[in-house]
């Protein structure tokens, strides 16, 4: 059988301080143990390594050839660990998140900054991606996506405040088109459509007194941009189904405005996830408690 790390350890330390007592003392064991570890390391390399009497212990010339090879992997193991703890100490090394888009804009971009200036070993690296990939598959440490679209065995954090979708649409188009009254209405309108990665078009996710409202929409534009869609509809192309934390500015300035709120579906919200609660790297353990 081949020796272990302890066993080696332990043959080093009583090599090195001469004496059984003073090891055991060093690694908070008794003599006894080490006495027991030192004969089974022995009896499994089949050579004696120490010279055992009742007044001193000292290595044989196997014993001396051994530790001579051995104290400086030993030092090397030891400086390794002493790297991990510092590193779990003081958050360091690359970051890796898959975010949407959206997310990246309205509630990531804006920590990104603090957060790297609260921990400058740590380097973040997002990939702005609006398909459901597989973080563990892919090499991410997290991801962020709204709740209803996370796996059941993920660690989910909530990240930001609840999130609202919006219909809007110019002045000028509604001047030119008129302006619906009712999801039924927006049949005959031209809506700016989504398309995700998948090659699914996007259904409008509506609500009609609470109860939840899909609604397939015919427009000439098809996007799968958010900044696109709200472009074009400031360009009077269409009604756009957007997030509302995008369209601020334009609401503020009158270039959108807001159409049938009362059947906009209800808020939701991003959430961070992670596949596991156990032993994160010491980068994802300070984001997640940055965020929270």
């Known amino acids: 059988m081949t020796p272990n790390l302890h066993e080696l350890d332990a043959f080093a330390a009583v090599a090195r301080l001469r004496s059984f007592r003073k090891a055991a003392e060093e690694r908070g064991v008794s003599a006894s143990a080490l006495s027991h570890a030192l004969r089974g390391l022995e009896e ?11 007044r001193s212990v000292t290595p044989t010339e196997a014993g001396q050839l051994l530790l001579a090879r051995l104290a400086p992997a030993l030092q090397d193991v030891a400086e390794a ?8 100490a003081e958050p360091t090394g690359t970051l890796r998140l898959n975010v949407p888009r959206p997310a990246a804009r309205i509630v990531l971009g804006p920590l990104l900054a603090r957060f790297v200036a609260a921990h400058p070993r740590v380097q973040m690296e997002v990939v702005t991606d609006d398909g459901l990939s597989d973080i563990v598959g892919e090499g991410f440490d997290a991801g962020i996506r709204f709740g209803e679209s996370l796996a059941g065995d993920m660690v989910a954090v909530p990240l930001g405040s609840l999130q609202r979708f919006v219909m809007v649409a110019s002045p000028a188009y509604l001047a030119a088109r008129g302006t619906p009254q009712a999801p039924r209405d927006l049949l005959a309108h031209a809506c ?3 398309r995700f990665p998948s090659g699914h078009l996007y259904a409008w996710e509506l609500q009609a007194d609470g109860e939840p409202l899909s609604l397939v929409v015919q427009g000439p534009l098809v996007f799968d941009d958010d900044m696109l869609m709200i472009q074009a509809a400031c360009d009077a192309a269409g ?16 270039k959108l405005v807001t159409l049938l709120d009362a059947w906009c579906a209800a808020p939701s919200r991003f959430y961070l996830y992670y596949p596991s609660r156990k032993n994160l790297p010491s980068a994802l353990k300070a984001f997640v408690e940055f965020t929270r």
């Open 44 to 54: 499994r390399l089949g050579v004696r390594l120490l010279h055992r009497t009742t």
């Open 81 to 88: 660990l002493g790297e991990l703890a510092a590193m779990q």
């Open 192 to 194: 700016i459509g989504r």
């Open 239 to 254: 009604i756009a189904y957007v997030y509302a934390s995008l369209v601020q500015e334009q609401l503020q300035s009158g």
